[in-house]
């Protein structure tokens, strides 16, 4: 097996890094009524923020791809993938709960600002749940059952990802052992 370069292992950190950053941005900047910046230059830097994270994601997004496409075998670049659809999903879950609260739909309760989405989006992605937030309306209720079948999904996705590695790895030194059958 060989070593995984520095410089490698760099812009994979980096690639990872970016795709977490682009997904915040583009979820606490993109513009929803009542918290909408007030002033316009808080307006465009808000914009600005939005389509930075809008971009940040599609250039990743695309780059992931075409990564994956030229080494499917890499486990790497599977779970990059993966991280880069969860983060995604995440955003879209969290904008949904968070848009159907501002509503006035009361459909969950706990759920005051984006973080508190976010919050209730990523606790439930963990499969921890606390109870502090949680779905009262039958939306909230349809939209977390998605979710978590989604998450079911992603995690059996991701352990099947890494178990497979782990086979291969271990098939490989096998073979490589001197005496061994194949």
């Known amino acids: 097996m060989t070593a995984i370069p520095q410089t490698s292992r760099r812009a994979h950190a980096l690639r990872n890094i970016g ?25 465009i830097l808000t914009l600005i923020a939005f389509v930075a994270g809008v971009i ?7 780059r992931r791809i075409t990564q994956y496409i ?21 955003v879209f879950f969290a904008l949904f709960y968070y848009i159907l609260d501002d509503r006035g739909t009361n459909q969950f ?6 973080t508190d989405a976010l919050y209730y ?12 937030v949680h779905a009262v309306g039958q939306a909230a209720r349809i939209a977390s059952m998605v979710q978590i079948v989604f998450d079911l999904v992603v995690l059996g996705t991701l352990i099947t990802v ?3 590695s782990v086979t291969r790895r271990l098939e490989l030194v096998r073979q490589q052992k001197p005496g061994a059958s194949n």
């Open 19 to 43: 795709t977490v950053v682009c997904a915040l941005l583009l979820y606490y900047c993109v513009p929803i009524g009542s918290d909408f910046a007030t002033t316009w230059p808080a307006r």
């Open 56 to 62: 940040g994601l599609a250039w990743l997004g695309y």
């Open 70 to 90: 030229a080494a499917m075998e890499d486990t790497t670049r599977r779970i990059d993938g993966l991280l880069l659809v969860v983060s995604v999903v995440v």
């Open 109 to 114: 309760d706990g759920i005051d600002t984006r």
């Open 121 to 132: 989006t990523v606790s439930t992605l963990a499969t921890v749940g606390y109870g502090d």
């Open 162 to 164: 890494l178990t497979t």
